[in-house]
């Protein structure tokens, strides 16, 4: 059973770009939730898309948007990057129940310079 | 105060000791609590989940849950150097779900 598939795995852009993700959940899966990881900050939650829905929202600036597609792919897009944008950007996904907990995808490693 | 709290470490124990890992949350509501596992340069892996009161065994590793306490523990037994990781707590609230900051944990030969 494939697992949680992000690409790319590592992006270098540069301040005010914009920078798009995406994530493969794994089949079946209807939940897709994304996550910054920073070493100072730790997982900080961004949103959660479940049938093409954002399902709930971190406290993130509007630069940070998301969306889920029919068949549950989900993409990330940040706008006008910072250097303070620099993190491990992860993909989570599980079947809809709350209950359940996520399978992580590998992670895209974003450095803006 | 942070949602979900844990000792930031680091935590050092010698092998085929007891490693215990401790996570508080503020949600009273929140349902279903998990423990990851996350070693340097991956992704965080899932590896033990608790719903109830009391405690769930899975291996070398038993998950500990009191909801009036709001309080989640992770014990590993018979600690191996391969258990060196950070273990971080999550728990799930209104449909999302939200992590500690880990505590790293160092099982030394």
């Known amino acids: 059973k494939a697992g949680v598939t992000q690409t790319p795995r590592y992006l270098i852009k540069t301040r005010g770009q914009q920078v798009t993700l995406s994530c493969s959940p794994i089949?079946?899966?209807?939940?897709v939730s994304w996550y910054q990881q920073t070493p100072g900050q730790g997982l900080q939650f961004l949103f959660e898309?479940?049938?093409?829905?954002?399902?709930n929202k971190g406290n993130f600036p509007g630069r940070f948007s998301g969306r889920q597609f029919s068949n549950s792919r989900s993409e990330m897009n940040v706008s006008t990057l910072e250097l303070g944008d620099s993190a491990l950007y992860l993909c989570?996904?599980?079947?809809?129940?709350?209950?359940?907990?996520?399978?992580f995808g590998s992670g895209t490693r974003l450095t803006v310079v | 105060q942070k949602e979900v709290e844990q000792n930031s470490g680091p935590l050092s124990v010698p092998e085929g000791a007891i490693a215990s890992l401790n996570c508080t949350y503020s949600?009273?509501?929140?349902?279903?609590f998990f423990w990851y596992r996350q070693y340097s340069g991956k992704s965080p892996e899932l590896i033990m989940s608790?719903?109830?009161?009391g405690d769930k065994e899975d291996g070398r590793f038993t998950a500990q849950l009191n909801k009036a306490s709001q309080y989640v523990s992770l014990l590993i037994r018979d600690s191996q150097p391969s258990d060196s990781a950070t273990y971080l707590c999550?728990?799930?609230?209104?449909?999302?779900?939200?992590f500690g900051a880990g505590t790293r944990l160092t099982v030394k030969p």
């Open positions: 989570a996904s599980r079947p809809s129940d709350r209950f359940y907990g996520y399978t």
């Open positions: 089949s079946g899966h209807r939940s």
């Open positions: 898309y479940f049938s093409e829905t954002q399902r």
């Open positions: 949600d009273r509501g929140s349902q279903s």
């Open positions: 608790i719903y109830s009161n």
């Open positions: 999550a728990v799930n609230g209104n449909n999302d779900m939200r």
